[in-house]
Every structure is written in C-alpha cells, then in structure tokens.
C-alpha cells in the first residue's frame, strides 16, 4: 500500500470494516488483540494502528518501532492466526478475512461484561484452547507463548473463579473447562454430563481395583482416579454406603474390599 493509498483510505470515516487505532501513548497488546479478534468474527476488514479516530496519521510509539514483533504478537493470540499483511514504521495494516463467530464464547464474554467483568487476553487463549480439549500446564505454556510459571498464575485465577478444573495423572495435572464456563455459555447439561460419565469411570476403576487385587486403600483411590483424598474418601464411603464394598480394616493401613464370605475369604 502506498502512503497515498493509505492517506486516501485515513481520510474517510471509520466503518465496520475499517478501523483506526493510536499508537501516541502505546497501544495495549490486549485491546489491539480483542479489536482484531472482534472484526475477524464480524465481517472482517483491515486495522491501522498509527491513526487517530480522525484519520490523522500520527505513527506509531517508540516501543513498537521494532513492527517484525508485532506479527508473532497477533499470530501467537489469534486462533487461527491472524497475519499482518504490512507495516513500517509510521502504521501497522492488518488485513482479516471473515470467520466464524464462536456463538457460545461471545455470550459468555458479554455475560461477564454486562456484570462489569474483564477477562485478560491470556485467560481468554487458555479457554479457547480448552474448547478443543483437556491440557496440561506444558501444553497451555506453548499456548499462550509464556513460562511454566507464569502460566500457572493464570491457571490459578480461572481455578479460583471455577472457569477450568483439573484432575490429576499420577504427578501430572491435567485442565478442563469447568462449570463455572459452561454455566455461563449455557452448556449446564453438557457439564453434568461430562462430571457424571468421569464419576462413573471413576467408581468403576475402584470395583474393577479390587476384583483383581482383592483390596484398594485410600492413597490408591488418590492415584487411581486423580482426585483429592477429600474426594476419595467420600467415594469409598459412598461405594460402602451402596454396599458396593466393605472397610476391611481401620486405621493408617486402611483396606476396603468386598464382603468376605467363605467362598472369597480374604
């Protein structure tokens, strides 16, 4: 594009496939992201950072001089990614065809933002992700382009506001998305669904523990199905209450088991 071009386009208003965004005192990675992001589920169009609302051209900050870190930046945030199609050093364009709205993450974002709730960009990409299936700290690491360690900061928030949950194999934690996130697109069933089967799969490991091994305790529950020791507790208790297997033994070296009768007499 030439600067004519581009002096041509500035000069008209801003529509729904034009947009013009300043630079002047640094635009922040998270609201270039969400505008692109929005126009790319619309009808997509073309983005000039660089330009005031009233098409004035008044380049870019110092911080983003460097335009070659603005194309990682928009393709590492964007699923698919986004591809900034020019730049130098006064304006960025980035060029978008149409995609297809995501119905179900566009409602909850306007739920939490019709209760004056904001959501960082990069809990937004682990949500995203989590869409497509279950992952690990490793996993979501490589995602969101960050450190292990800053990763798990942004997996604790969503831990605490029930946005994602986790299970644990052997030492490896392993991500979902939790309800917290289904009640808020509306996927209720979906979720009671999902903890329902996972529940069932659990109790059937345990009987299935102890038909080959006669006995199960409570640290093999922990390891066997990748939960608390508050939530394996209340499964063997469960399981004894259904009669389903019996405490065969108290204390430190608890065992539960099946009824003994003389027939499998332990």
Not at 82 to 108: C, G, P, Q, Y
């Amino acid at each position: 594009m030439t600067l004519e071009e581009l002096k041509t386009i500035t000069s008209g208003k801003e529509t729904l496939t034009i947009e013009f965004k300043s630079d002047v005192k640094r635009l922040p990675d998270g609201e270039l992201v969400d505008s692109l992001a929005a126009m790319a589920n619309s009808q997509g169009g073309m983005l000039f950072e660089g330009v005031e609302d009233d098409g004035t051209i008044t380049g870019l900050c110092r911080a983003h001089f460097d335009v070659e870190g603005i194309v990682p930046l928009v393709e590492n945030r964007t699923t698919p990614g986004l591809v900034v199609s020019e730049s130098n050093s006064s304006v960025v364009t980035v060029r978008m065809l149409e995609a297809k709205a995501d119905t179900l993450f566009i409602r909850m974002l306007m739920n939490r933002e019709d209760r004056g709730i904001d959501m960082p960009i990069d809990s937004l990409l682990v949500l995203s992700a989590l869409r497509d299936g279950e992952l690990t700290v490793q996993e979501l690491a490589a995602v969101l382009k960050k450190s292990e360690s800053t990763t798990r900061g942004i997996i604790g928030v969503l831990l605490r506001e029930g946005m994602i949950d986790q299970r644990v194999e052997g030492k490896v934690h392993v991500y979902f998305l939790g309800k917290a996130y289904h009640q808020e697109v509306g996927e209720e069933v979906a979720y009671t669904k999902m903890v329902g089967l996972r529940r069932e799969r659990q109790l059937n490991m345990v009987l299935e523990h102890i038909d080959l091994h006669k006995t199960i305790s409570l640290t093999q529950v922990v390891d066997l199905c990748g939960i608390s020791r508050a939530a394996a507790k209340k499964m063997l208790r469960k399981l004894c209450e259904n009669g389903n297997i019996v405490l065969l033994c108290k204390g430190r070296w608890a065992k539960y088991g099946k009824r003994m009768t003389e027939s499998n007499g332990i």
